[in-house]
């Protein structure tokens, strides 16, 4: 971690683009369009003489377009993007059909068609065979710099908030207006901005700033477990060691966190390796597992080892990928990782995630998220380098590099441009997750893949009631800050 930026802030701000003061408050009404300058009172009226939905759009802003845009669409495939802060899309064009995924503002989708057609007020885009959302989100291209700074395609540093009510500014200045002040300990996302950050600003991802002298940058991990281990038993030593030579002859050697080596064996305490032995304590041990009984010869599955704090993948039978991660607390009922078998029933590109009022905590951007259970997912931490130890609230842990290749190798691809995929049962793969300590299997509780009903209570149920659909706004919500277990 990283240790505070000290920056001395001149009188002047720094010569940064300039960002709007006020926000625009836009209210949808079938094939129109308005958008009101000023307060949420004057949107409010506004909106309820025109009987419809108040969307704050984030900034910087440009005039909406009206719902049918008959020159953009007019050839297609044409490229857009999503210009709402959130929307689902839906596995048919029709608001009562499976969700399918998820997109933000600012991702990047390929329309391959509209229905009934392009030109109708309540028409639907078509996103090739993935599914389909409202025509109306959706705005031809270019995408305005703010808004690539929430798509999937964005690229973040992360820091921690060290002191409380930490000032958000609307603008790169110590004298703009203070937008709203965040927690302490808070883990917060940034866009990667280096020119304003060698000035001493960082920027949110919803356009405001925030001073570097306010914040304690992560240094993510660049941990990496084992492609392709050949099935064999091995150990990855948890921290620093020396080697207990079996003849107690020759020099001192020492081992590094995260040094793999392999397993001759144990016995009393002891890890066999080459050369002497390893308190067992001080490493994590690395087997094969049997593949359950719901997995087929071909399939992909992973399991995780409770005891060992070790992640394998298989294709099959045969392992092709081990690492460390760190699940839940085993001391709380509440931080714990369950044991079980699962299924992967989302996938998202980042999310964010915060925890019960009564154990609040707030990580922004978690990246490679792929739940399983409920509000628990594997996913990437970038605030600790502690892989091979209980760490979390609930989720697994791994580092950022890992993460990410397990994200690509775990079925169903994600459409380009999206933030989140739901495999669909009955149309996409889904990977079981089997988890359990000392390789005891847990009893399958998932083994024919989750109801398409309760996946969606269980998608659904991750935001808050007041941050869930309207009956007048059945895609618009904002950003969400999820009840997950880190």
């Known amino acids: 971690m990283a240790s505070p930026i000290a920056v001395d802030h001149a009188s002047q701000p720094p010569m940064l683009p300039p960002q709007p003061q006020r926000p625009v408050w836009a209210t949808t009404c079938r094939d129109c369009t308005l958008i009101i300058q000023g307060n949420l009172k004057n949107a409010a009226i506004a909106a309820a003489c025109l009987g419809v939905t108040i969307l704050l759009q984030s900034a910087p802003l440009q005039a909406l377009p009206v719902a049918v845009q008959d020159a953009a669409w007019s050839h297609l495939p044409a490229p857009a993007w999503v210009q709402v802060d959130m929307a689902w899309v839906r596995e048919f064009p029709k608001m009562n059909s499976r969700l399918s995924g998820s997109l933000r503002r600012g991702d990047q989708v390929l329309v391959t068609g509209c229905t009934p057609d392009c030109q109708q007020p309540h028409a639907w885009a ?57 927690k302490a300990e808070f883990r917060v996302a940034f866009t990667a901005n ?29 941990f990496e477990g084992i492609h392709d281990p050949h099935d064999r038993a091995f150990v990855f030593v948890r921290r620093k060691v020396k080697l207990h030579q079996a003849d107690n002859q020759g020099p001192d050697v020492g081992y590094a966190r995260y040094t793999t080596l392999p397993l001759l064996g144990e016995k009393a305490g002891k890890a066999l390796v080459p050369n002497g032995w390893l308190p067992r304590s001080l490493v994590r041990v690395v087997r094969t597992y049997a593949r359950p009984g719901t997995v087929k010869p071909k399939d992909r599955w992973i399991h995780i080892d409770l005891t060992e704090q070790v992640l394998t993948a298989y294709q099959g039978d045969r392992m092709v990928f081990a690492t460390l991660v760190s699940t839940g607390k085993s001391g709380r009922k509440s931080t714990r990782t369950h044991e079980g078998t699962f299924r992967i029933y989302a996938k998202s590109v980042h999310t964010n995630m915060r925890g019960k009022p009564w154990d609040d905590y707030f990580a922004e951007g978690v990246p490679h998220a792929m739940h399983f259970d409920g509000g628990r997912a594997l996913h990437g931490a970038y605030w600790h380098d502690q892989f091979g ?69 269980v998608v659904e149920a991750r935001e808050p009631r007041d941050q869930r659909y309207g009956p007048n706004a059945p895609y618009h919500r904002p950003i969400a800050r999820n009840h997950s277990h880190l």
Not at 147 to 175: D, E, M, N, R, W
Not at 427 to 450: E, F, I, R
Request: hydrophobic share 35%; with cysteine; glycine share 8%.
């Open 126 to 182: 078509l996103l090739g065979t993935d599914g389909a959302v409202p025509l109306k989100i959706l705005h031809t291209l270019p995408v305005p710099d703010q808004a690539l700074s929430t798509s999937s395609a964005a690229l973040y540093i992360y820091g921690k908030l060290p002191h409380p009510a930490s000032p958000v500014f609307a603008q790169a200045s110590s004298k703009s207006k203070v937008l709203r002040r965040e």
């Open 194 to 222: 280096p020119q304003a950050q060698a000035q001493g600003w960082l920027q949110r991802p919803d356009g405001g700033w925030m001073r570097t002298q306010d914040v304690i940058l992560f240094t993510p991990s660049e």
């Open 389 to 457: 130890i209980e760490k979390s609230h609930g989720c697994v842990n791994l580092s950022p590099k890992d993460a990410a290749w397990l994200f690509e190798w775990v079925p169903p691809s994600m459409p380009a441009g999206w933030t989140e995929f739901l495999p669909l049962p009955g149309k996409n793969p889904s990977v079981v997750v089997q988890v359990d300590k000392k390789g005891k299997v847990a009893p399958s509780n998932l083994s024919q893949g989750q109801p398409q009903a309760q996946l969606q209570q």
